[in-house]
């Protein structure tokens, strides 16, 4: 599908066409999303909102019209819910010290689950540190998906926020965050989502879930590096402390007292990365022309593929066997070092992640040391499936 709208893929690794299968860490950029970078630098690059001039005033709409494309993408109720962010990890950072600046004392908890990609773990320690709260793990069972009853008896009166992903990036568990979302509610908790492999992959519907927060990654959706997401309902918005001082977010300051900016730039401090908002619009704007839901069936339909063939060969052990999963398949191979079986495969060609994949917990569970992870986009071929299953046979008889 569309492969050749992405130039990086027409390269030859080690003289083989590039099988490139590390869409979870990463995913790679179509010539629009390119185009409308070398375009920015070329034509509009200037400073945002503040400017009279015309360049800065073409930015600034350029700027504020990827918000209310992003706003549109996740049906979000305003534009104003929006905050750009450098990625998912500072928006969960975000999240993490604005949320809990203003309302975590000591003593109360705060629940992730024990699938959580680091980014989503850390955060929330450097709070409980900051604030004397106490983390608490929703357990996993060895399909990798989380215990709703186990979950359920966490709370208690202290809780005051769970954070839990809506995709795991190391088994590829799509989490029933709908469920999730019910039972927090029901004890008055907020929640919110590490969608950072999901908003490629599912459409995402925040008013629907019906979460509180949302954050994710651009350039895990065909954007570039370095813009991302936090999605937060106005309710919070209003009430939190802002996250970093600097420019733009202020509304007045003297050394005595400062009064901050209205939503949305309350959160967004300094000089954002605003050649790289636009690419995300663009690579919205992609992803809509193709269709999410084509995008996610053509996903699919790779994974049943993939995860039937691999499962014929002799030794093969999955990581992360879920009922629902996206399109992300870890494995071990008899008790070959999965870095082996990476540059192995590597030098045919392919690539894949081998580690713990920022999620050593999930690791710690398994009592594995790291996982081989394979992870499709929307421009993989089953052809491509094909030369994994072939390039992993070939790995095995090396090792053995
Ligand atoms: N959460 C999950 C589930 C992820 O997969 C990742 C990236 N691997 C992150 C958070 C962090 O994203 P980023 O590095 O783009 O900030």
């Known amino acids: 599908m569309n492969r050749e709208e992405f130039p990086i893929l027409g390269q030859q690794i080690y003289h083989r066409p590039l099988v490139y299968l590390d869409n979870a860490a990463t995913t790679h950029k179509p010539q629009v999303v390119i185009d409308a970078l070398c375009n920015y630098y070329e034509t509009i690059n ?6 009279v001039h015309y360049l800065s005033q073409l930015a600034t709409s350029e700027f504020e019209l990827t918000r209310k494309c992003v706003q549109q993408f996740i049906h979000a109720t305003h534009d104003y819910e929006i905050i750009f962010t450098r990625g998912a990890t500072e928006a969960i950072n975000l999240v993490a010290a604005s949320f809990g600046r203003t309302y975590i004392h000591e003593g109360d908890e ?3 689950s024990e699938m959580e ?18 983390l608490r793990v929703i357990p996993m069972n060895d399909e990798g998906v989380l215990d709703l009853t186990a979950y359920e008896r966490l709370f208690t009166p202290k809780t005051k926020i769970v954070a839990v ?10 989490n029933e965050v709908g469920k999730l979302i019910k039972v927090a509610h029901e004890h008055q908790v907020p929640v919110m989502l590490d969608g950072a492999q999901a908003v490629a992959h599912e459409p995402v519907d925040v008013q629907a879930l019906d979460c509180d927060f949302y954050c994710f990654s651009g350039h895990k959706m065909y954007a570039p590096m370095g813009v991302g997401v936090m999605y937060g309902k106005e309710r919070w918005l209003n009430e939190m402390k802002p996250y970093q001082g600097g420019g733009e977010m202020i509304s007045s300051v003297t050394f005595e007292k400062t009064t901050y900016n209205e939503l949305p730039f309350k959160f967004e401090a300094g000089t954002p990365s605003v050649g790289d908002v636009i690419g995300l ?9 193709i269709g999410i839901e084509r995008i996610r069936a053509h996903e699919e339909a790779l994974l049943g593929y993939t995860t039937e063939a691999l499962s014929n060969i002799e030794g093969i052990r999955f990581i992360g066997t879920a009922p629902r999963k996206a399109a992300v398949i870890s494995f071990l191979i ?3 070092h999965p870095y082996d079986v990476g540059v192995l495969l590597d030098h045919q060609g392919v690539a894949v992640r081998t580690g713990h994949h920022c999620a050593q917990p999930v690791m710690n569970h398994f009592r594995i040391p790291g996982t081989i992870r394979a992870s499709f986009a929307l421009y993989n071929t089953q052809e491509e499936a094909d030369i994994l299953i072939q390039a992993i046979k070939k790995a095995q008889s090396m090792l053995q």
């Open 46 to 51: 200037s400073n945002i909102h503040r400017g």
């Open 110 to 112: 705060i629940i992730v």
């Open 117 to 134: 990609h680091h980014s989503n773990i850390v955060p929330w320690q450097f709070l409980c540190e900051d604030r004397g709260a106490v």
């Open 165 to 174: 992903a809506h995709i795991s990036n190391a088994l590829g568990t799509i």
């Open 281 to 289: 619009r663009k690579a919205i704007e992609y992803m809509q022309g």
């Open 334 to 336: 008899g008790d070959t």
